[in-house]
């Protein structure tokens, strides 16, 4: 799958300067991301709306924070403004299945990023992380590194998305089968960076030893980092996270992260806008298959000098 998104990612830029004079032919791509205050979320909606633009359309970006009501409105939005296609990151696996509907059933291909909901044949294509096969490579790297023996931590994103269970399992598929690791404490911290801090505060409150933390992305494993600093309990403590963002690849590069397992967003994010162009101009499915899955790479000390930009790992 890696190998033909690169192939058509090849094809896609270098057609792109014959279409440099057709700017805003092509009529409007909504965008629809979750909260562009984190850098995962504004690099998905950046990057879709830039491949959007060079392909000749009109492309506008919002978030509905998670919020379905709000969903709901900027769905309406787009097909009011009769958008020839919707780029959209759901709230929520069961609570998106309606809108994603609504849109469709007014004539306008939606296709999701990043997350999936909980029913299919209605959208033309959900790419998102390999979360699975993600969480694995995480989980087998962090006890290479804890050991047999330690006590944990683990932080659980928001329950109302996929990929936080899809994590959560994939985490404990590898280390259950390693008895002396105790987990100690495992708390919702909904993707939040200040979520993860609070949370830890208290965990470290009331368990001082502390061997490791294993989160579902990075934003609460970074808030889980500043609790451990400021009580002065992170030296020694393995934390590993999961998104790849530039914060967490700073933190890697200051030894306070082991490592965090990328996802590709900056790649499936513009797969997603090639694959409703081709949608648009031949009213068929570019790729056969609704779910598609985007493997995850793992950065640590030992590659992150090859990340390049948000996101971005070089070979």
Not at 46 to 67: P, R
Not at 275 to 301: R, S, W
Request: hydrophobic fraction near 45%; include cysteine; aromatic fraction near 6%.
């Amino acid at each position: 799958m890696m190998k033909l998104t690169k192939r058509i990612l090849l094809a896609a830029a270098t057609s792109l300067p014959l279409m440099a004079g057709s700017a805003w032919a092509e009529g409007l791509i909504s965008i629809i991301v979750t909260d562009p205050a984190n850098p995962y979320w504004f690099t998905e909606g950046e990057v879709a709306k830039a491949t959007a633009e060079e392909l000749g359309y009109e492309a506008t970006v919002s978030a509905h924070t998670g919020d379905t009501n709000i969903e709901s409105n900027l769905i309406d939005a787009a097909i009011t403004n009769g958008a020839k296609a919707i780029i959209l990151d759901p709230a929520n696996a069961d609570g998106s299945v309606g809108v994603v509907r609504k849109a469709t059933e007014a004539g306008i291909p939606v296709f999701l990023v990043n997350a999936e909901i909980n029913e299919s044949g209605i959208a033309i294509a959900q790419l998102v992380s390999n979360n699975a096969q993600g969480a694995a490579l995480g989980a087998v790297a962090w006890q290479e590194l804890v050991g047999d023996n330690a006590k944990y931590v683990e932080f659980f994103g928001n329950p109302a998305d996929n990929n936080a269970a899809t994590r959560s399992n994939g985490y404990n598929t590898v280390l259950s089968q390693y008895p002396g690791l105790e987990k100690v404490a495992q708390e919702v911290a909904n993707w939040d960076r200040t979520q993860g801090f609070n949370k830890m505060q208290s965990i470290i409150q009331a368990n001082p030893v502390i061997d490791a933390v294993i989160s579902g992305n990075d934003e609460m494993a970074l808030g889980a980092i500043a609790a451990l600093k400021e009580g002065g309990n992170l030296d020694g403590v393995i934390v590993g996270g999961f998104d790849g963002s530039p914060d967490a690849v700073a933190a890697v590069k200051a030894g306070e992260m082991a490592y965090t397992v990328l996802q590709p967003v900056a790649v499936f994010s513009r797969e997603a806008v090639i694959q409703a162009d081709h949608y648009i101009k031949n009213g068929t499915a570019m790729v056969a298959d609704e779910k598609q899955l985007f493997d995850c790479l793992l950065i640590t000390p030992k590659n992150v000098a090859n990340y390049t930009a948000p996101f971005t790992l070089s070979e």
